[in-house]
């Protein structure tokens, strides 16, 4: 089991930048993968952002490429998601999510809301 707390979320303007963090406890070691999700309201939960736990390889959405990064660090068994640029339609609650030897997103947190607005 891995236990997961997402912080950070907050109300930020257009043009803002806000860094969500996540904190792993339990199982971390077998971590494969640590990605980031959101879901705006009356839509579909969407992927993010992830990033390999033993490479440090990364991926992200199209929509928040070049203005999103995630990051980890190791000793805190933490991980990141720095937000720059934010437009309105980055509103929503952002997840946390951690995939361990079935690759498969199977832990999540309990999310943290994004609010961009002017």
């Known amino acids: 089991q891995v236990q997961l707390v997402e912080s950070g979320g907050g109300l930020v303007q257009p043009g803002d930048s806000l860094r969500l963090s996540c904190g792993a406890s339990?199982?971390?070691?077998?971590?494969?993968?640590m990605g980031w999700f959101r879901q705006a309201p009356g839509k579909e939960r969407e992927f993010v952002a992830q990033?390999?736990?033993?490479?440090?390889?990364?991926y992200y959405a199209d929509s928040v490429k070049g203005r999103f990064t995630i990051s980890k660090d190791n000793a805190k068994n933490t991980v990141y998601l720095q937000m720059n640029s934010l437009k309105p339609e980055d509103t929503a609650v952002y997840y946390c999510a951690a995939a361990l030897g079935s690759r498969a997103f199977d832990y999540w947190g309990q999310g943290t809301q994004v609010t961009v607005s002017s």
């Open positions: 339990g199982r971390t070691f077998s971590t494969y993968a």
């Open positions: 990033l390999t736990w033993s490479t440090g390889m990364t």
